[in-house]
């Protein structure tokens, strides 16, 4: 899990990020990518209904990227804010697709 300094949380923070990022997709999710003055990277998740229906199934996938995330922040500049919108498909790929396809991703940014 992702220590509490390195999330997004705030509804505000989120709507200024979709509104001021640059996107990359994949056939996975939509990173949106924004530059911060903090010093630190901050990562936000959003899965919503479309993906599943059962908060527990979009809370797994949460957990998941945020795993995933803490062992790449490594790659990502620092003083970076990035959400990762999950997309359809994304709840039938096990942990080590989903790895495979964040470390390429990553390797990107």
Known sequence: M?????RIKKK????????NSKSLRSNLFIF??????????RF??????????KAVDRNKIRRRLSDLM???????????????????GIEKK??????????KTCLNL
């Open 94 to 103: 096990d942990f080590a697709e989903l790895k495979e396809a964040i470390h």
């Open 32 to 41: 949106k990518i924004m530059k911060n003055s903090l010093g630190i990277n």
């Open 70 to 88: 803490r062992a790449e922040e490594k790659n990502i500049k620092i003083g970076t804010d990035l959400l990762i919108v999950a997309l359809p």
């Open 2 to 6: 992702l220590p509490k300094i390195n």
């Open 12 to 19: 505000k923070e989120f709507e200024v990020i979709f509104k």
């Open 44 to 53: 936000g998740f959003v899965v919503s209904k479309k993906i599943s229906k």
